[in-house]
């Protein structure tokens, strides 16, 4: 789809209706070309995209066939005969109910259609599950006959009438099941339909929001467009805000199919849409069983398989848009219903907050908290005063399903002052979800000393401690004004930290006691940001021997487990790392609910003791399952997730991979940055941009990283090398360089030897061999599978043996350290080359441009080996050029690079006076001599 101003979509319909359903237009018009059935039975559920099936199906054929359509009707599906009037308005009314009369009749009508020509006849019918039995009965004497083919279209429940089933379970008919789109066709749909990079985020909501359903997909598309929630952002589509209920798109599919139904079935579905989940049996109190049931099989409900069984609109959008739709004062006699056929309005648990509050694991709020949920907004909506521990309750509820806007409005209305701290607590989460910082945090600061011993009161700790390094406080600075706020408030105060936190931390003191928990949460995060693991470390064993435990020790536990990690990874001890991490996941189960997101806060340690110890495929398994597990907190935190993913595959040296992963996750990351990676980010994605040369965006991603205040102390650490490499690739001057040596002789990098051994590794990618014996003395001291790899190319790097140097990338590859394998293979041909040995040399080559191929160094493929030794094209230009030989044009160079059509000219442009060339048609003739 073109974009009108760079910045708003315009769907194109009828291209993305049909994606996905190639294979069953192709079937199905095969099937009728060569009469292998007489009939073809096409089923789906509502919105699937089978009408639209149906017209492409009668537009290819209509130049080899005559047509006749018919459409069924619920309004005639009781009439016998009632949508044949048509065919039979001269019949008497004797013979109108006459079946050997109708089909004398429809078949004299044929007849005249084909004004005696032997061109076959086709039937095509829609809705046919409306058609009443006695014109089924018709229909399929026609087909057995062998008179007219047909293709009858009609949903799975309640079927079709039984005489044109019969025909299929007797083999004289073939049927096709169309299911709803799935992830990779939808991505094909967006991939049609926008211009520019869907990321793998988006594109997981757009699925979700859509259930796969084509109506339901354009509709979603054209109103998000129009309605500015779905928005490019430096070529890339991103998601501002919830899809738009109230799209006029969304609104019209819902009024039309609402038309086509009975007052009774209208009613139905607007008390489900406005309680939903609700129970299937005050439902069939209230319309009828039958009326359930007939709901049921047309699929415009679902039911839960639990007991007692509950009731939802089969799509959320539709039932969002329906409630849209309804009046207040309608909603408010619906309300009653629901009120009297329950007995009694819903009552909260009454410790809702705890049981359900949103952290990042949605999983623990149940279906009956979700009704619950549904009912006190429903009664918002109509302005009914709800009791304070529901509205607590459902704030809660909506928070950990990540409404929060819903949230908010709920906690807001909160005034008992015995709730409303935790009240205030579900608001800040919901601002911080929202990205307003500065929101959050006052209302945390309000709130946080009068939770007390509560077991809200650690998660709400946590919070304000990361709400207020987002807004740009340092954490020494935060923990002192906290303690100075414990002591004001003659609350307990702890000896964890003092007066001084910085001095507490580097002297090592003491545990405070359980009584000063506080203190001791805090005294935790000032040493993980200090990065004194022994501290920490002894901190942890004290934790865990405490007997019996505190109300907040599991929290405390999995804290200092989860920045132990992060600490043994910086200082190169892996190994304890990811023991340290699945301590603090092991903590996780006892800390679901409350406010503070354990479930991330501890998934991005556990990942990144992985990365540091090189076991790559075990990280992106974590965040896969994290990703499949919770597909609600993964979307809210997908940004930082892409980021954790980008970082490893620049380790892996998949550079291509995770420049196309990083530049999403940075826009994703301008919106919402909840574990505040997004200068890492910025700085790993101006990295690999470049690297591969694309001076466009790396120009940009550059201010990105120099714009952004500065991260975690661990974290700035590397964003600061990757960003000194990157100016390197961009200028080549050696300042970078410079500024990698001087940054890995400073106190802070020196103290961390895992952190020192990435930027030794960094320099040797930029070609500085001079850090060689750095690397070979430092990596020893290294825990892990990537040091070990690491110290073995140093060690092989200056030895003159290529055979040695062959076995030892050999090795490397077989253990998954490709880019290094690379390496060696590149060192060893070098190596040949010198003693003369050419052949050999070249089986050196070979082999690390197979080394490239894994990697999806694409330009280092095919034609350009020939290229090579005479032209000389950057990565970026040969990564063009190869697409461009392929046959893409610019844009579809542009959109499947990330980068803008300007830059794909210039490259291209370059390319030219380097070949010796004047077009791209000339491409392929230079390239191959």
């Known amino acids: 789809m073109d974009s009108s101003n760079g910045h708003s979509p315009k769907p194109g319909s009828a291209h993305r209706l049909l994606t996905g359903r190639r294979q069953p237009l192709d079937r199905i018009c095969n099937i009728i070309r060569t009469r292998t059935s007489q009939a073809v039975f096409l089923m789906a559920g509502p919105g699937i995209g089978k009408t639209t099936l149906i017209e492409t199906i009668t537009e290819r054929l209509a130049a080899e066939m005559i047509i006749v359509q018919i459409h069924g009707s619920s309004s005639l599906s009781r009439v016998p005969f009632g949508i044949l009037a048509p065919y039979t308005a001269e019949l008497t009314a004797e013979d109108s109910v006459s079946p050997v009369a109708v089909l004398r009749s429809v078949w004299s009508y044929f007849e005249k259609l084909k004004a005696g020509q032997d061109t076959p006849l086709l039937l095509m019918m829609?809705?046919?599950?409306?058609?009443?039995?006695?014109?089924?009965?018709?229909?399929?004497?026609?087909?057995?006959?062998g008179w007219a083919s047909v293709v009858a279209?009609?949903?799975?429940?309640?079927?079709?009438?039984?005489?044109?089933?019969?025909?299929?379970?007797?083999?004289?008919?073939?049927?096709?099941?169309?299911?709803?789109?799935?992830?990779?066709?939808?991505?094909?749909?967006?991939?049609?339909?926008?211009?520019?990079?869907?990321?793998?985020?988006?594109?997981?909501?757009?699925?979700?929001?859509?259930?796969?359903?084509?109506?339901?997909?354009?509709?979603?598309?054209?109103?998000?467009?129009?309605?500015?929630?779905?928005?490019?952002?430096?070529?890339?589509?991103?998601?501002?805000?919830?899809?738009?209920?109230?799209?006029?798109?969304?609104?019209?599919?819902?009024?039309?199919?609402?038309?086509?139904?009975?007052?009774?079935?209208?009613?139905?579905?607007?008390?489900?849409?406005?309680?939903?989940?609700?129970?299937?049996?005050?439902?069939?109190?209230?319309?009828?069983?039958?009326?359930?049931?007939s709901l049921l099989d047309q699929q415009m409900v679902v039911e839960n398989q639990g007991t007692p069984a509950d009731l939802r609109i089969w799509n959320a959008m539709f039932g969002r848009a329906l409630r849209k739709s309804i009046s207040v004062s309608r909603s408010l006699q619906l309300l009653e219903k629901i009120r009297e056929h329950r007995g009694t309005a819903p009552a909260g648990s009454g410790n809702g907050f705890a049981a359900t509050a949103g952290s990042g694991n949605v999983g623990t709020a149940s279906a009956g908290s979700?009704?619950?949920?549904?009912?006190?907004?429903?009664?918002?909506?109509?302005?009914?005063?709800?009791?304070?521990?529901?509205?607590?309750?459902?704030?809660?509820?909506?928070?950990?399903?990540?409404?929060?806007?819903?949230?908010?409005?709920?906690?807001?209305?909160?005034?008992?002052?015995?709730?409303?701290?935790?009240a205030r607590a579900i608001q800040a989460r919901a601002l911080f979800n929202e990205g307003d910082y500065a929101g959050a945090a006052k209302l945390l600061d309000e709130c946080w000393l009068q939770l007390g011993n509560s077991a809200a009161a650690a998660p709400v700790l946590m919070l304000r401690a990361k709400v207020h390094e987002a807004a740009g406080t340092p954490l020494a600075v935060f923990a002192a004004e906290s303690l100075k706020a414990l002591r004001s408030s003659s609350a307990e105060v702890g000896a964890g930290i003092g007066d001084n936190a910085d001095a507490q931390a580097e002297s090592g003191a003491e545990a405070a006691p359980v009584t000063a928990w506080r203190g001791q949460l805090l005294r935790l995060l000032v040493l993980g940001e200090a990065g004194k693991f022994e501290a920490l470390e002894s901190e942890v064993q004290e934790l865990r021997a405490r007997n019996p435990a505190g109300p907040a020790d599991a929290a405390l536990r999995a804290v200092g487990a989860?920045?132990?990690?992060?600490?043994?990874a910086a200082s190169g001890r892996s190994v304890q790392s990811l023991d340290?991490?699945?301590?603090?996941?092991?903590?996780?189960?006892?800390?679901?609910?409350?406010?503070?997101?354990?479930?991330?806060?501890?998934?991005?340690?556990?990942?990144?003791?992985?990365?540091?110890?090189?076991?790559?495929?075990?990280?992106?398994g974590e965040l896969a399952n994290y990703a499949a597990g919770q597909p609600r907190a993964a979307a809210a935190f997908g940004g930082s997730l892409e980021v954790l993913r980008g970082y490893s595959l620049l380790r892996q040296g998949r550079i291509e991979r995770a420049y196309q992963t990083l530049l999403p996750a940075v826009e994703h990351l301008r919106l919402n940055d909840p574990l505040q990676l997004f200068r890492l980010g910025s700085s790993l994605a101006f990295y690999v941009a470049s690297r591969l040369g694309d001076a466009a965006q790396s120009s940009r991603l550059e201010l990105d990283y120099k714009d952004s205040p500065p991260g975690p102390a661990g974290q700035e650490l590397l964003a600061t090398a990757y960003a000194a490499a990157a100016s390197e690739y961009v200028t080549r001057d050696g300042k970078g360089i410079a500024a990698l040596h001087t940054l890995s002789t400073t106190p802070e990098v020196s103290a961390r030897a895992g952190t020192l051994l990435e930027l030794l590794a960094i320099c040797w990618d930029l070609g500085d061999h001079s850090v060689i014996p750095l690397v070979h003395s430092l990596a020893g001291e290294v825990e892990g599978r990537w040091a070990a790899a690491m110290l073995t190319l140093a060690d092989q790097w200056e030895v003159p043996d290529a055979d040695s140097l062959m076995m030892t990338a050999a090795r490397l590859e077989a253990e998954g350290f490709v880019n290094l394998a690379r390496e060696a293979y590149a060192r060893a041909s070098s190596v040949l080359e010198s003693a003369g040995e050419r052949r050999r040399s070249r089986q050196a080559v070979a082999l690390r441009e197979k080394c490239d191929h894994e990697l999806g160094e694409r330009f280092r493929e095919g034609q350009f080996i020939a290229a090579g030794p005479t032209v000389h094209l950057t990565r970026r230009e040969q990564d063009i050029v190869e697409l461009a030989v392929q046959g893409l044009t610019d844009r579809e160079i542009a959109q499947r690079l990330m980068v803008s059509v300007r830059t794909v000219e210039g490259h291209l442009y370059r390319t030219y006076v380097k070949l010796g060339v004047r077009s791209r048609d000339e491409l392929s003739t230079a390239l191959a001599h």
């Open 126 to 145: 829609d809705d046919a599950h409306h058609l009443d039995e006695a014109t089924a009965s018709i229909v399929a004497d026609m087909i057995s006959a």
């Open 153 to 293: 279209a009609g949903r799975p429940r309640p079927g079709l009438p039984q005489p044109l089933a019969q025909l299929w379970y007797d083999g004289l008919a073939d049927r096709v099941d169309l299911r709803p789109l799935n992830r990779e066709q939808i991505e094909e749909v967006l991939a049609h339909a926008l211009d520019g990079t869907v990321p793998a985020g988006t594109v997981d909501t757009i699925w979700s929001a859509s259930g796969g359903n084509p109506l339901i997909l354009d509709a979603l598309l054209h109103d998000a467009a129009e309605g500015g929630q779905l928005a490019k952002r430096n070529g890339i589509w991103m998601l501002l805000g919830p899809f738009p209920a109230e799209g006029p798109r969304l609104i019209n599919v819902v009024v039309k199919d609402m038309l086509r139904r009975t007052p009774e079935e209208q009613e139905a579905l607007k008390l489900i849409s406005l309680a939903g989940p609700v129970s299937r049996k005050v439902i069939e109190d209230i319309s009828g069983a039958e009326v359930v049931r």
């Open 580 to 620: 340290a991490a699945l301590l603090a996941a092991s903590e996780l189960p006892a800390l679901e609910g409350g406010v503070f997101f354990f479930n991330e806060f501890v998934l991005n340690r556990l990942v990144g003791a992985y990365l540091a110890l090189g076991d790559w495929d075990s990280a992106e």
């Open 370 to 422: 979700e009704g619950r949920l549904r009912v006190v907004e429903w009664a918002l909506e109509c302005g009914i005063k709800t009791a304070e521990s529901e509205l607590l309750e459902a704030a809660a509820t909506a928070l950990a399903r990540f409404r929060s806007r819903s949230s908010r409005t709920m906690a807001a209305k909160v005034l008992n002052p015995d709730l409303v701290p935790q």
């Open 562 to 568: 989860a920045l132990l990690a992060q600490c043994l």
